[in-house]
């Protein structure tokens, strides 16, 4: 799973003339462990014409007037299941196949053993690419990013060559659903079974289907609109390059000291600007803890510790509210001051956008299972980047985050009957994304007898508890599938794509004779480029008829230009060891099948382990390099060739053999009392496991 990206792109509001709606622009705010979403402002209009709105709504539920939303809700189902079991689906991000191989040898995961000897357990192949959204995508709906249009974590406009996050769509100021197909929880609902889905990826805003429960996950923004924007209050001096994971500020360390927390954009006086709630620090006499006074509250905070979750409420307009939820950690109190403030969350009580199915149900589950991160993509990976968080902190940080779904788990296996419950857990992907430096001796930040070692391990062992929690609440009914989305391996090398089309011929920039050129493909000469590469593995024909300054002809010289750079790019070794570079180049038309499939890459880059596409790339950069080393803690990905890094899939019932992601869908719809014939009908790349 990536998150964060640098701000390099952001739209001014757009506000709307009558009705009061939440502003959310998409844009590239930073890179770091995933995609960061810029929004604009949640904004409001005028207090007369707010008041004209409210009677009017007024009115209308007085009048008993429902306007139904969803695409699941509604339909007419003659055929109902009559299953009444439970089909219970853990979904650990990125676990390795490969590492559950060793640790099972080594005795070290007797939950997962105990349930492969019950059932089985499957190498699962991943989609191509081997990408969060696209897998999580391609887990839900049976599906090709083809299909789904979900090919990357970015995308792009060829009419403009804009770019944008493939995980959130908002369009005037609403959050629209992304995937473009049907996921088996609606046809579940078909049957009249019941799902309840909690934070799987790419599920903002939520699918509004009757008898369905769901916490909308990966695109949920923060409550500035992004994917997860720190702010850090420093007493030293600001380095002269910007933290591009969060916002830094410099102050004093006084005994008292007064700063601002950064929330939305709201527009006042015809101004566009954040709203600011100012907080008093004041250090106590001990030097090693401080007093926090915020909205007429007072709270103790000690150096090296997490504070709880903190309330805070931003004033964007007369009635007009906005309701936050946050962290804190003291990095230092003395001499020098260093303060961490979390992402502001929306609070799950009183969201400022639909982030539950029904719209009380995050207020429900936050009221039984305690508060939680609603922020979609909730591991402040870039803080650790960037050192304003420590190792010991960010495991921290981790174990909170799995202990809130741990809760959720627990309370829903407790309450549902029957139907099915899915639940995501995005910690096994980050400890791998940020420890794996400490496993691998060829990486540039190994360190040899680090505690922190065997942390992946560590945290494998935990899914494994939890694995055996859930089997012990089992019923004789029940089918447990515990699957990931893909595996793991190291990144030690970072691929400057567009540099080497640059070198080889193929793009050119509007100054030939600069060294490198900006992100978000400004600096591009579209009149001499060929080809172009965005996220992480794409590249795009400039085709004509397709992208605005299109230069190569559709057909014949497309093919042979998509072949040429295949077969150059098979070629590419590193100097440093003359090692393979790449694993395979793939057509876009072969891997990507269906409808959408004339938006996705025209080839698609899979890596060999140690290599990856580099952040530059992701957002359309072309440095003066080709490769260097990645010297970011973000030292393991599994964004290569997706034959490299094979998923898991465990299950309670025995399954077929070759098993692939797209099987999950068709095979949980079968356990339901889908037939054969039925899911004939819904076009899957996949087929039942049973």
């Known amino acids: 799973m990536h998150t964060h990206f640098v701000s390099m792109m952001a739209n001014q509001a757009v506000w709307q003339n009558t009705v009061p709606l939440v502003a959310v622009l998409a844009g590239i705010l930073g890179i770091s462990v995933k995609f960061r979403k810029v929004s604009a402002a949640f ?40 299953f009444q079991g439970r089909v219970i689906i853990l979904g650990f991000d990125g676990m390795s196949a490969n590492i559950v191989d ?86 579940a609902a078909d049957k009249g079974v019941p799902s309840c889905i909690l934070a799987c990826p790419v599920t ?7 008898g369905n429960r769901m916490i909308s996950g990966m695109g949920v923004p923060d409550i500035l609109g992004t994917e997860g924007t720190f702010s850090f209050y420093t007493s030293d001096d600001l380095p002269v390059t910007k933290d591009t994971g969060g916002k830094v500020f410099h102050v004093d360390s006084n005994s008292t000291m007064q700063m601002d927390l950064i929330g939305p954009l709201r527009k006042a006086a015809g101004q566009i600007d954040n709203v600011k709630v100012p907080i008093t620090v004041t250090k106590e006499s001990d030097g090693q803890s401080v007093k926090v006074t915020l ?107 799995l202990g809130e779904k741990k809760k959720e788990l627990s309370f829903e296996m407790n309450r549902t009957s029957a139907g099915i419950l899915y639940v995501y857990f995005e910690t096994s ?19 040899k007898d680090s505690p922190y070692k065997d942390m992946i391990e560590k945290w494998y062992e935990k899914m494994d508890a939890i694995v055996g929690d859930t089997m ?56 001499n480029t060929k080809a172009y590469a965005l996220g992480f593995g794409g590249i795009f024909i400039n085709l004509q008829g397709r992208e605005e300054g299109g230069i190569v002809n559709p057909g014949p010289e497309e093919e042979s230009l998509k072949k040429e750079i295949q077969t ?33 890459p025209d080839l698609y880059i899979g890596f060999n382990a140690g290599f990856r596409a580099s952040w530059q790339t992701a957002l359309g950069n072309c440095p003066d390099k ?36 797209y099987d999950l869908a068709p095979t949980i719809l079968k356990i339901i009392g889908y037939n054969d014939e039925e899911l004939k009908k819904f076009d899957f790349d996949g087929k039942p496991l049973l």
């Open 43 to 82: 904004a409001r209009e005028s207090g007369s014409a707010r008041i004209t709105v409210i009677i009017v709504i007024v009115a209308l539920l007085a009048a008993g007037i429902v306007y139904k939303l969803g695409s699941g809700g509604g339909s007419m189902v003659n055929n109902k299941s009559t």
């Open 429 to 447: 992907d980050t400890v791998q994304h940020m420890f794996w430096r400490y496993t691998d001796p060829e990486s540039p930040l190994y360190e």
């Open 568 to 600: 150059k790019l098979m070629a590419w070794e590193d100097p440093k060891n003359h090692a393979k570079i790449i694993k395979n180049v793939y057509l876009g038309q072969d891997i990507f099948k269906g409808q959408f499939a004339k938006d996705a």
């Open 295 to 401: 909205q007429g509250n007072t709270f103790e905070l000690k150096q090296g510790e997490w504070s709880g979750w903190k309330d805070i409420s931003f004033t964007m307009g007369l009635f007009n509210k906005m309701k936050g939820i946050f962290k804190m950690y003291l990095v230092e109190a003395s001499p020098g001051f260093k303060l961490y403030v979390s992402p502001i969350n929306m609070d799950p009580r009183a969201p400022a956008m639909t982030i539950s199915y029904p719209d009380g149900y995050a207020k429900e589950l936050a009221e039984d299972c305690g508060l939680f991160h609603t922020q979609g993509m909730p591991c402040d990976t870039w803080a650790l980047n960037e050192k304003r968080l420590d190792e010991k902190a960010f495991i921290e940080h981790m174990d909170d985050i």
């Open 626 to 661: 080709l490769i260097e080393d990645n010297e970011k803690k973000w030292s393991g990905d599994h964004l290569i060739d997706p034959s490299l890094v094979p998923a898991i899939l465990f299950c309670n019932k025995k399954l077929n053999e070759n098993a692939s992601i």
């Open 472 to 527: 012990a609440k089992l019923k004789p009914n029940d089918t447990l599938m515990v699957m990931s989305d893909h595996g793991f391996e190291a990144f030690r090398r970072s691929i400057h794509v567009n540099s080497w089309l640059r070198q080889n011929g193929y793009l050119q920039l509007k100054d030939p004779s600069a060294p490198s050129g900006g992100d978000l493909l400004e600096d591009v000469d579209w009149s």
């Open 102 to 187: 060793s640790m099972l040898a080594k005795g070290k995961l007797p939950n997962f053993a105990k349930l492969k000897e019950q059932g089985c357990f499957r190498h699962m192949q991943t989609t191509n690419p081997a990408q969060s959204p696209v897998a999580w995508t391609g887990f839900s709906t049976g599906q090709n990013g083809g299909k789904t249009g979900v090919f990357d974590f970015i995308k792009r406009d060829p009419k403009g060559y804009k770019l944008s996050l493939a995980t959130a769509d908002i369009e005037g100021g609403k959050a629209q659903p992304v995937v473009k197909s049907k996921r088996f929880w609606e046809y």
């Open 204 to 210: 903002f805003p939520p699918d509004k289907v009757d």
